[in-house]
Structure formats: structure tokens, C-alpha cells
Nanobody, 117 residues
Framework: QVQFVESGGGLVQAGGSLRLSCTVS????????FGWYRQAPGKERELVAR???????NYGDSVKGRFTISRDNAKNTVYLQMNSLKPEDTAVYYCNRVLGTEPRGAWGQGTQVTVSS
């Protein structure tokens, strides 16, 4: 069973940065594709960044140029570096294994990111 533990969220002012971490158990981050999703109040969960098993990365238009997804195979952890944060980035952020753009595992507890203006 694959499990995800997200951390690193918090309250930050607009323009600030945060780095989220997702520790994965049950699957190797180096052999699978993983994604970071976010869900804002009243909105559907959306995929914001994806990293393939080969290391290729893709980003949603709203975060392109500001967010960077990466992984550490030795720590079996996926990261999301978020720079130039905006109030509209406020959401609960989750990671998951992905097939294409579809999540493939049970969701973790997520980590709250709040960006103040």
C-alpha cells in the first residue's frame, strides 16, 4: 500500500517561498511518476506539477515558471519548491503517484499553504 506524508506548508506573504516535501512509502519515487495537486476551498483538486519516472517535468499554466518539482531517490521523497507565491496559491497541497495525470493512490493528509496579500 502506497502512503504519502506531506509537509512544509505554512503561512507566507505574497512573493515568498516555501518548499513542500512528500515522503513516499510503498513505491519508489525513482521508478514511478508523481504529482503535486492542490485543492482550494470550493474548488476541485487540480494537478499543478508532475515528474515522470524518467525525470521529465510538467506544470500547470498557473504555476509555470514559479514552481519546481523534484525528487530525491535516496530519501524516497518528492519536493515542490514554490517561489513568487500569490494569494491564489492558497490551498491544501497533496502528492500522489500518477498515471498520465490521474492519481493512483489514496490521498495523504495534505499540507496547508496560505499566502497573505
Amino acid at each position: 500500500q502506497v502512503q504519502f506524508v506531506e509537509s512544509g506548508g505554512g503561512l507566507v506573504q505574497a512573493g515568498g517561498s516555501l518548499r513542500l516535501s512528500c515522503t513516499v512509502s510503498g513505491r519508489s519515487v525513482g521508478l514511478n511518476a508523481f504529482g503535486w495537486y492542490r485543492q482550494a476551498p470550493g474548488k476541485e483538486r487540480e494537478l499543478v506539477a508532475r515528474i515522470s519516472s524518467g525525470g521529465d517535468t510538467n506544470y500547470g499554466d498557473s504555476v509555470k515558471g514559479r514552481f519546481t518539482i523534484s525528487r530525491d531517490n535516496a530519501k524516497n521523497t518528492v519536493y515542490l519548491q514554490m517561489n513568487s507565491l500569490k494569494p491564489e496559491d492558497t490551498a491544501v497541497y497533496y502528492c500522489n503517484r500518477v498515471l498520465g495525470t490521474e492519481p493512483r493512490g489514496a490521498w495523504g493528509q495534505g499540507t496547508q499553504v496560505t499566502v497573505s496579500s
